[in-house]
Protein backbone atom coordinates (compact mmCIF):
# COMPACT_ATOMS: atom_id res chain seq x y z
CA UNK A 1 0.00 0.00 0.00
CA UNK A 2 0.99 3.25 -0.47
CA UNK A 3 2.53 5.87 2.01
CA UNK A 4 2.87 3.09 4.26
CA UNK A 5 6.91 2.20 5.63
CA UNK A 6 7.24 -1.51 4.33
CA UNK A 7 10.93 -3.58 5.35
CA UNK A 8 12.70 -5.26 3.16
CA UNK A 9 15.48 -8.39 4.38
CA UNK A 10 18.00 -8.70 2.47
CA UNK A 11 19.92 -12.52 3.24
CA UNK A 12 23.37 -12.27 1.64
CA UNK A 13 25.88 -9.87 3.28
CA UNK A 14 25.37 -6.00 2.58
CA UNK A 15 28.57 -3.72 3.48
CA UNK A 16 27.52 -0.65 5.65
CA UNK A 17 27.61 1.66 2.87
CA UNK A 18 25.69 0.03 0.28
CA UNK A 19 23.34 -0.12 2.88
CA UNK A 20 22.99 3.51 3.41
CA UNK A 21 22.80 4.09 -0.47
CA UNK A 22 19.18 1.83 -0.81
CA UNK A 23 18.43 3.33 2.07
CA UNK A 24 16.71 6.25 0.32
CA UNK A 25 13.27 5.84 0.16
CA UNK A 26 11.54 6.92 3.95
CA UNK A 27 8.65 4.03 3.19
CA UNK A 28 10.79 1.25 2.62
CA UNK A 29 13.57 0.27 5.42
CA UNK A 30 15.86 -2.27 3.83
CA UNK A 31 18.18 -4.38 6.52
CA UNK A 32 20.59 -6.99 6.09
CA UNK A 33 20.82 -10.52 8.07
CA UNK A 34 23.34 -12.63 5.90
CA UNK A 35 22.90 -16.39 6.12
CA UNK A 36 25.61 -17.05 4.31
CA UNK A 37 29.43 -16.14 4.79
CA UNK A 38 31.84 -15.92 1.92
CA UNK A 39 35.36 -17.17 2.59
CA UNK A 40 38.62 -17.18 0.80
CA UNK A 41 39.61 -20.33 -0.76
CA UNK A 42 43.56 -20.93 -0.94
CA UNK A 43 44.61 -21.99 -5.10
CA UNK A 44 47.07 -22.52 -7.04
CA UNK A 45 47.56 -19.51 -8.96
CA UNK A 46 48.80 -21.11 -11.57
CA UNK A 47 45.97 -22.41 -12.61
CA UNK A 48 44.50 -19.56 -14.00
CA UNK A 49 46.35 -19.83 -17.34
CA UNK A 50 45.73 -16.35 -18.92
CA UNK A 51 45.93 -18.09 -22.33
CA UNK A 52 43.12 -19.98 -21.78
CA UNK A 53 39.50 -18.28 -21.76
CA UNK A 54 37.68 -17.95 -18.29
CA UNK A 55 34.50 -17.88 -17.34
CA UNK A 56 32.93 -16.38 -14.33
CA UNK A 57 28.97 -16.77 -13.02
CA UNK A 58 28.87 -15.13 -9.35
CA UNK A 59 30.67 -11.38 -8.13
CA UNK A 60 32.56 -13.45 -5.55
CA UNK A 61 34.74 -15.16 -7.75
CA UNK A 62 35.36 -12.02 -10.15
CA UNK A 63 36.63 -10.25 -6.89
CA UNK A 64 39.10 -12.68 -5.95
CA UNK A 65 40.50 -12.68 -9.51
CA UNK A 66 40.33 -9.33 -11.07
CA UNK A 67 43.83 -8.42 -10.25
CA UNK A 68 45.55 -11.08 -12.06
CA UNK A 69 47.13 -11.20 -15.41
CA UNK A 70 43.87 -11.90 -17.67
CA UNK A 71 42.95 -13.67 -20.61
CA UNK A 72 42.19 -12.07 -23.93
CA UNK A 73 38.72 -13.55 -23.58
CA UNK A 74 37.06 -13.60 -20.20
CA UNK A 75 32.98 -14.82 -20.20
CA UNK A 76 30.38 -13.83 -17.53
CA UNK A 77 26.82 -13.98 -15.99
CA UNK A 78 25.28 -10.08 -15.39
CA UNK A 79 26.74 -7.35 -16.21
CA UNK A 80 27.46 -6.72 -12.22
CA UNK A 81 29.95 -9.55 -12.16
CA UNK A 82 31.57 -8.52 -16.07
CA UNK A 83 31.56 -4.96 -14.66
CA UNK A 84 35.35 -6.44 -12.94
CA UNK A 85 36.38 -6.64 -16.39
CA UNK A 86 37.19 -4.11 -19.21
CA UNK A 87 36.53 -6.90 -21.85
CA UNK A 88 34.30 -9.25 -20.12
CA UNK A 89 31.79 -10.83 -22.89
CA UNK A 90 28.13 -11.92 -21.36
CA UNK A 91 24.72 -12.23 -22.88
CA UNK A 92 21.75 -10.05 -22.95
CA UNK A 93 20.16 -12.66 -20.46
CA UNK A 94 21.81 -13.54 -17.08
CA UNK A 95 21.28 -17.45 -17.51
CA UNK A 96 23.44 -20.46 -18.01
CA UNK A 97 22.02 -21.81 -20.65
CA UNK A 98 22.84 -18.11 -22.69
CA UNK A 99 25.85 -18.21 -21.40
CA UNK A 100 26.66 -21.32 -22.42
CA UNK A 101 25.33 -20.52 -26.05
CA UNK A 102 27.84 -17.17 -26.47
CA UNK A 103 30.29 -19.67 -25.37
CA UNK A 104 29.84 -22.09 -28.10
CA UNK A 105 29.05 -19.53 -30.62
CA UNK A 106 32.33 -18.01 -30.20
CA UNK A 107 33.72 -21.54 -30.51
CA UNK A 108 35.49 -22.02 -27.58
CA UNK A 109 37.65 -25.99 -26.92
CA UNK A 110 38.94 -25.01 -23.28
CA UNK A 111 37.70 -22.79 -20.51
CA UNK A 112 39.13 -22.29 -16.78
CA UNK A 113 35.66 -21.92 -14.75
CA UNK A 114 36.26 -20.00 -11.93
CA UNK A 115 34.04 -20.40 -8.99
CA UNK A 116 32.99 -21.88 -5.64
CA UNK A 117 32.71 -25.02 -3.86
CA UNK A 118 28.58 -24.82 -4.52
CA UNK A 119 28.56 -23.74 -8.02
CA UNK A 120 25.56 -24.82 -10.07
CA UNK A 121 25.71 -27.54 -12.24
CA UNK A 122 23.99 -26.17 -15.51
CA UNK A 123 26.59 -24.40 -17.18
CA UNK A 124 28.99 -27.04 -16.78
CA UNK A 125 26.83 -29.97 -17.96
CA UNK A 126 25.74 -27.84 -20.65
CA UNK A 127 29.00 -27.11 -21.66
CA UNK A 128 31.01 -30.55 -21.54
CA UNK A 129 27.76 -32.20 -23.85
CA UNK A 130 29.32 -29.62 -26.45
CA UNK A 131 32.74 -31.25 -25.08
CA UNK A 132 34.05 -27.85 -24.08
CA UNK A 133 37.30 -28.77 -21.77
CA UNK A 134 35.97 -27.12 -18.77
CA UNK A 135 38.99 -27.02 -15.61
CA UNK A 136 37.37 -25.93 -12.05
CA UNK A 137 39.18 -23.00 -10.01
CA UNK A 138 37.55 -23.09 -6.70
CA UNK A 139 38.50 -19.47 -5.44
CA UNK A 140 36.06 -18.79 -2.50
CA UNK A 141 33.54 -21.41 -0.48
CA UNK A 142 30.41 -20.41 0.62
CA UNK A 143 29.68 -21.30 4.58
CA UNK A 144 25.67 -21.56 5.64
CA UNK A 145 25.09 -20.07 8.97
CA UNK A 146 22.70 -21.25 11.36
CA UNK A 147 20.67 -18.44 13.15
CA UNK A 148 17.16 -18.18 14.17
CA UNK A 149 15.79 -14.73 12.25
CA UNK A 150 12.57 -11.96 13.65
CA UNK A 151 10.37 -11.79 10.39
CA UNK A 152 7.29 -10.67 12.41
CA UNK A 153 7.65 -7.34 10.49
CA UNK A 154 9.18 -8.04 7.70
CA UNK A 155 7.50 -7.83 4.52
CA UNK A 156 9.76 -8.78 1.66
CA UNK A 157 12.88 -11.15 1.33
CA UNK A 158 15.47 -10.31 -0.83
CA UNK A 159 17.84 -12.89 -2.31
CA UNK A 160 20.85 -12.64 -4.25
CA UNK A 161 22.16 -16.03 -4.67
CA UNK A 162 20.91 -19.71 -4.22
CA UNK A 163 23.09 -20.23 -1.32
CA UNK A 164 21.12 -18.12 0.47
CA UNK A 165 17.71 -19.66 -0.78
CA UNK A 166 18.76 -22.90 0.75
CA UNK A 167 19.95 -21.34 3.73
CA UNK A 168 17.26 -19.78 4.46
CA UNK A 169 15.36 -22.78 3.90
CA UNK A 170 17.21 -24.75 6.58
CA UNK A 171 16.69 -21.91 9.10
CA UNK A 172 13.38 -20.30 8.75
CA UNK A 173 10.03 -20.79 7.04
CA UNK A 174 8.71 -18.52 4.02
CA UNK A 175 5.20 -18.09 5.44
CA UNK A 176 3.56 -15.19 3.60
CA UNK A 177 6.52 -13.00 2.66
CA UNK A 178 6.73 -11.90 -0.76
CA UNK A 179 10.41 -13.01 -2.07
CA UNK A 180 12.92 -10.97 -4.32
CA UNK A 181 15.47 -12.40 -6.63
CA UNK A 182 18.54 -11.46 -7.98
CA UNK A 183 18.31 -12.88 -11.09
CA UNK A 184 17.11 -16.26 -13.28
CA UNK A 185 19.06 -18.97 -11.37
CA UNK A 186 18.05 -17.27 -7.58
CA UNK A 187 14.38 -17.37 -8.97
CA UNK A 188 14.64 -21.04 -9.54
CA UNK A 189 16.19 -21.57 -6.55
CA UNK A 190 13.03 -20.52 -5.00
CA UNK A 191 10.31 -22.03 -7.27
CA UNK A 192 12.13 -25.67 -6.33
CA UNK A 193 10.93 -24.81 -2.50
CA UNK A 194 7.78 -23.86 -4.03
CA UNK A 195 8.05 -20.19 -3.41
CA UNK A 196 6.75 -18.29 -6.12
CA UNK A 197 8.94 -14.88 -6.80
CA UNK A 198 9.56 -11.51 -8.38
CA UNK A 199 13.33 -10.58 -10.30
CA UNK A 200 14.98 -7.96 -10.46
CA UNK A 201 15.99 -6.14 -13.77
CA UNK A 202 19.19 -6.35 -13.20
CA UNK A 203 22.14 -8.29 -11.03
CA UNK A 204 22.47 -6.24 -8.24
CA UNK A 205 20.85 -4.99 -4.52
CA UNK A 206 20.01 -1.40 -6.05
CA UNK A 207 17.46 -3.75 -8.57
CA UNK A 208 15.83 -5.65 -6.26
CA UNK A 209 14.87 -2.48 -4.15
CA UNK A 210 13.69 -1.24 -6.97
CA UNK A 211 11.57 -3.98 -7.86
CA UNK A 212 10.22 -4.03 -3.86
CA UNK A 213 8.94 -0.59 -4.35
CA UNK A 214 7.05 -0.90 -7.23
CA UNK A 215 5.73 -3.76 -5.96
CA UNK A 216 4.68 -2.37 -2.36
CA UNK A 217 3.70 1.21 -4.25
CA UNK A 218 1.36 -0.78 -6.67
Request: aromatic share 8%.
Amino acid sequence: MKNTVKKLLFLNPLSSESLAQLNSDPFLIVSSQPLIKIQDQAYDQKDLDPKIPWVGTSQNAAKRIQHHPLPKKIYCIGQQTASYFPHAKFPSTSTAHNLAQLIIENKETDLIYICGQKRREELPILLKSYSIALKEVIVYKTKTLKKSLNLQSIDGLAFMSPSAVYSFYENESFKQHICFAIGPSTAQALNQLGQQCIISKQTHAKSIVDAARQYFNT
